[in-house]
């Protein structure tokens, strides 16, 4: 901040400072004698606030070495003026800057009085009628001969001395200049305030002139008020004419109720209340100067509809493929069958993608599917891959690069086609983002919404068949009744429409160092956009574009396991997994997830995609791209010439012959339940009757031992049974169900000892 003050500054008082009673401007600053001369800005007319006093008090002079005690202690600060618009301009520039014809004039008389009482003072400011330069303020003041000078000027003028004083007053207040002499007086009435109504203001009705009613109704500031609240029930459903009569019954009528508690309103004399003109001026004028249109739009749509923010969507890139403009609308056109042209089809719908810093079409989808997260990527891999065989399929030869390719960074759109789970996974796949206009936005993308009307205009509209985007009307001939043209025609003239846009001239957007360093190329979109890539200004993604056809690829469901990825399919209506179709890769173990899967011991749920159902390949989604899967096995037939589909059917026939086929397994088991037990009772029967022919049964101890010597007795057994089955003279089926002779149990010397004392003893019980 400045301690130090020159002329015309302006000296303010602090917050809790009252050094002076009002802003004073610095006239003329003495340094020599130590003075300051201060003048008082005009001040505010004590009664009404919209008025300025027009009388200004004559400059006084301070101390100067106080003034600027006081700057140093903070009590005052400096500062400029604040100016006046009009004060400020030159006479022609104020001339120019009247809106009306009025204004105008009253500009030219407000110049007018402003030369005469320039005129008047400026003798006094010079000191002579000879001289028109003004004095230095400091000799005006301290001239002996002031007085004499102003009572003989006014004299010569036919005014008062006092209105010569005033004048210079206001000439030394208003920074010393030609245009400080200026009136107000064009401003007079106030215009744009708000003035209390005694009477009715505006033109006479009929009624009043032929005496047939009072002139009218005069409005208080509490009847504007209530037609303010009237007209904010302006809606859709509630037009003005209803708002101002619902207003006029609650305010202006007499309102009673009857005894089933129903209102009804009687309005007051029409000379009694409000008009409907006085109804819109100050309904508008009290609510924000809202107009009916406004408030029906609501202001997203008003702010859309009137307001201007300046700038261009260039302002938003730098290079190209950073931006893409992305957006969805009907071709218009009612076309006919490749069949016959008495087939009528309807329009298709149209999407397309335009690069945001070159303008060029790159990427479009026309086709009958609604507008769908799977038809918004199919036009942004139409962007990507290369347009030669497409176009030549519609008959248009071009060379690669006449229409671009490529995967832009960022694809700006509406909240439609793009705002899905699906895009979602396709940003994380390919790694290009989305950006979503605000709703009711379209400026926000004003460039691919400019391009529809474009296409509609230059080819849209003008083949039979069009619709000219509108309904038709009782009466108007039917476009589809029209129709000539079959999808390939419309499709070749589009691709040719789209190759003429993207080779028209753009200066406007053209680069000026493209233009400086090769004066000769044409600044078409199609070369400004070769010219950023060639120098490297681009911010395009690379793509995989069979990865992103893989991505468009229809799902199905399935299961990871730790060794494959297995394809699951409905059954007779329960999911479950396919026979033989185990999918691998060393993508798929480079990811890790056949490892994670064996470490948990539980199976992964996932989607994979099979293109038209080809079994022999699948692609799957990762958090690293889209990878590829092959089938394992050897079996070409199942691999290389089967679908899917052929291949769930088969195995929904095979799970109804094995459903028929249940009772018989069942019946299986059982014979063969029955057969097991049947053999287990003989040989549990023989068991027994082998125990009681013994001496004592056999311990578990005892069966438990010697199980090595009983298997060499039973090899030797069998090998001389084999033999015999060998000889066909004495080979005969044995009977496995009959024990003829039993084998010798192997016992210990303690279990013969005890059997000899047991024999002893039955031969001594004998005897």
């Not at 006046?84 to 007018?112: C, F, H, N, V, W």
Request: proline share 5%; charged share 30%; net charge positive.
């Amino acid at each position: 901040m400045s301690h130090d003050i020159c002329d015309q500054d302006v000296l303010l008082n602090t917050p809790n400072s009252n050094v002076f009673d009002h802003p004073m401007r610095v006239v003329f600053v003495d340094k020599a004698n130590d003075r300051v001369w201060l003048s008082e800005l005009q001040r505010q007319h004590p009664k009404k606030a919209s008025r300025m006093q027009t009388y200004f008090r004559a400059p006084r002079w301070f101390r100067l070495s106080e003034i600027l005690h006081h700057l140093h202690d903070l009590r005052i600060i400096t500062t400029k003026a604040p100016g006046r618009r009009l004060l400020d301009m030159p006479d022609d520039a104020i001339l120019k800057s009247a809106q009306t014809g009025r204004e105008k004039k009253q500009y030219e008389k407000m110049i007018s009085d402003r030369n005469q009482r320039w005129t008047s003072i400026l003798p006094v400011l010079s000191g002579s009628k000879e001289s028109n330069k003004p004095r230095n303020f400091l000799n005006i003041v301290e001239d002996e001969q002031l007085p004499q000078l102003i009572k003989v000027r006014a004299a010569e003028l036919g005014m008062a001395p006092s209105t010569l004083y005033s004048l210079l007053n206001q000439y030394w207040a208003q920074g010393s200049r030609r245009n400080s002499l200026c009136t107000n007086l064009w401003r007079c009435g106030c215009p744009g305030q708000a003035k209390a109504q005694r009477v009715k203001l505006g033109r006479e009705s009929r009624l009043y002139k032929n005496g047939l009613s009072s002139k009218g109704f005069t409005l208080t500031d509490e009847d504007k008020t209530k037609l303010a609240w009237g007209y904010k029930l302006i809606t859709d459903l509630v037009p003005a004419q209803d708002a101002f009569d619902l207003a006029s019954g609650a305010f202006w009528a007499n309102n009673t109720l009857d005894h089933k508690g129903e209102r009804s309103s009687k309005l007051w004399p029409i000379d009694q209340r409000p008009t409907m003109g006085q109804f819109m001026y100050w309904g508008r004028k009290l609510n924000k100067n809202k107009s009916v249109r406004r408030m029906l739009l609501g202001e997203s749509k008003w702010d859309l509809q009137a307001g201007a923010r300046g700038g261009s969507l260039q302002d938003q890139v730098s290079c190209v493929a950073q931006l893409a403009y992305f957006d969805g609308t009907s071709t218009d056109v009612y076309l006919t069958s490749v069949r016959s042209r008495l087939i009528a089809l309807p329009p298709m719908v149209r999407l397309i993608l335009k690069d945001a810093r070159s303008e060029v079409i790159y990427g479009w989808y026309c086709g009958w599917d609604p507008p769908s997260p799977q038809t918004a990527m199919q036009a942004i891999l139409h962007g990507c891959e290369s347009k030669v065989e497409y176009c030549k399929r519609y008959g248009v030869t071009i060379a690669e690069g006449d229409i671009p390719s490529f995967l832009a960074a960022t694809h700006q759109a509406d909240n439609g086609e793009l705002k899905a789970a699906r895009i979602t996974e396709a940003e994380s796949q390919f790694g290009f983002s989305v950006e979503y206009a605000q709703a009711s936005r379209g400026d926000k993308k004003g460039g691919v919404e400019s391009q529809h009307r474009t296409d509609h205009k230059s080819l849209d509209h003008k083949i039979p068949g069009t619709t000219h985007g509108r309904i038709p009307k009782r009466g108007d001939i039917k476009p589809v009744t029209q129709a000539l043209w079959n999808p390939p025609e419309y499709m070749h003239e589009y691709i040719q429409s789209v190759l003429d846009f993207n080779n028209g001239e753009a200066l406007e957007i053209a680069p000026q160092e493209m233009l400086k360093e090769e004066p000769k190329l044409k600044p078409t979109r199609l070369n400004i956009f070769n010219w950023l890539r060639k120098k490297g200004l681009t911010a395009e993604l690379p793509c995989n574009v069979e990865a992103m056809r893989a991505f468009l690829l229809p799902d199905h469901p399935a299961v990871i396991r730790k060794n494959g990825v297995y394809l699951m399919a409905e059954i007779h209506g329960r999911l479950q997994v396919v026979p033989k179709l185990r999918y691998t890769s060393e993508e798929l173990v480079a990811t890790g997830v056949l490892s994670r899967v064996k470490i948990a011991r539980k199976d992964l749920r996932t989607t994979i995609k099979l293109r038209n159902g080809v079994l022999s390949e699948a692609w799957m989604s990762t958090k690293d791209g889209m990878i590829p899967l092959r089938l394992s096995g050897g079996d070409t037939l199942l691999r290389d010439r089967t679908c899917l589909e052929d291949w769930r059917t088969w195995l929904e026939d095979i799970t109804l012959e094995r459903d028929l086929r249940r009772g018989d397994a069942q019946q299986d088991r059982l014979t063969k339940l029955l057969r097991i037990k049947s053999t287990t009772d003989t040989a549990r029967a023989q068991q027994k009757d082998e125990i009681k022919k013994q001496p004592k049964p056999p311990s578990k101890a005892e069966q438990k031992k010697n199980l090595k010597a009983n298997r060499e007795r039973e090899r030797v057994l069998q090998a001389e049974e084999h033999s015999q089955l060998d000889d066909p003279a004495t080979a005969e089926t044995p009977d496995w169900s009959v024990t003829t002779n039993a084998p010798e149990v192997v016992l210990t010397a303690a279990a013969r000892a005890m059997r000899k004392f047991q024999q002893s003893e039955e031969a001594n019980h004998a005897n």
